[in-house]
């Protein structure tokens, strides 16, 4: 184990409802300020995995039934989600979720509820957001629900950030989007991430525009990890370019 892992999945089994197994033993290392992809197909079990993290699983009848989560040495299974938002994990959902009736800016401010550090460091967190989506800011006093897909997204990713996080759960950033916004949401990932040294882990089904943001891909399939390494060899690896970039 090196120092600058700061989460650990160990071995995780999952079931849910009693009796669906779908993870079936995963384990993977997340270095402190990378970004790192969970890449496979639809069902292969990467939002488990992130919920699994979150601790979100109990709502969906899920259950962690074996090995462990850790995040900075502690292992957090026991923790309510809140309490993990509190040292610094965030997960935003595939989905989006906005609030729909809220502004863009009141979508924003949810994400600091958790926060005590007072209004003059939230009101310069909002800024730190605006600057990174300059879109936001235009649309700041638009209801959230008249906004289209690419801002929705931008704004769950901008509302996570207000909590004040160190690692960011991204699910499925790509999810209904554009090439071009894809792009351009991947680029202010990298941007985030080199600029104020988040850490992100990131499930993608999207595996080419993944492995060109990523610094290290997982592979799952059927609830196992078949494949990991930096991002640069999976890219060149030919069994991932036949079955997962789409050329041989
Ligand atoms: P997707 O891109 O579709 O979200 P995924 O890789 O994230 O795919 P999961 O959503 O983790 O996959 O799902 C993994 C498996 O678990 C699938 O077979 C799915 O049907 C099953 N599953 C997910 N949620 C539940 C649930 N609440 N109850 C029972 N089975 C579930």
Do not use: W
Request: aromatic share 6%.
């Amino acid at each position: 184990e090196t120092n600058d892992t700061v989460l650990e999945v160990n071995n995780i089994e999952v079931i849910y409802n009693h009796v669906i197994l779908v993870l079936k033993g995963v384990s993977l290392k997340v270095p402190k300020g990378g970004i790192t992809a969970l890449l496979g197909g639809n069902g292969a079990g990467k939002t488990t995995t992130l919920k699994a993290i979150s601790n979100l699983l109990h709502s969906e009848r899920g259950e962690v039934t074996k090995g462990s989560v850790s995040y900075r040495g502690e292992i957090t299974q026991h923790l309510d989600p809140a309490d993990l938002v509190k040292r610094g994990v965030i997960q935003v959902m595939e989905g989006r979720h906005c609030f729909e009736h809220l502004t863009v800016e009141e979508n924003l401010l949810t994400g600091a509820y958790t926060r005590t550090d007072g209004k003059g460091a939230v009101d310069a967190d909002l800024e730190m957001v605006y600057n990174y989506f300059p879109r936001l800011k235009e649309r700041r006093r638009s209801q959230a629900g008249y906004t289209s897909g690419g801002e929705q997204q931008m704004v769950a990713i901008g509302r996570a950030l207000m909590s004040r996080p160190e690692t960011i759960l991204l699910d499925e950033p790509s999810m209904g989007l554009a090439p071009q916004l894809v792009e351009q949401i991947f680029g202010i990932v990298k941007q985030l991430n080199e600029g104020e040294g988040y850490t992100f882990l990131l499930a993608e089904q999207n595996t080419n525009v993944a492995l060109r943001f990523a610094h290290y891909g997982y592979i799952l399939e059927s609830g196992r990890v078949v494949m990991d390494g930096p991002a640069k060899e999976l890219r060149e690896n030919p069994d991932v370019k036949e079955f997962y970039l789409g050329m041989s």
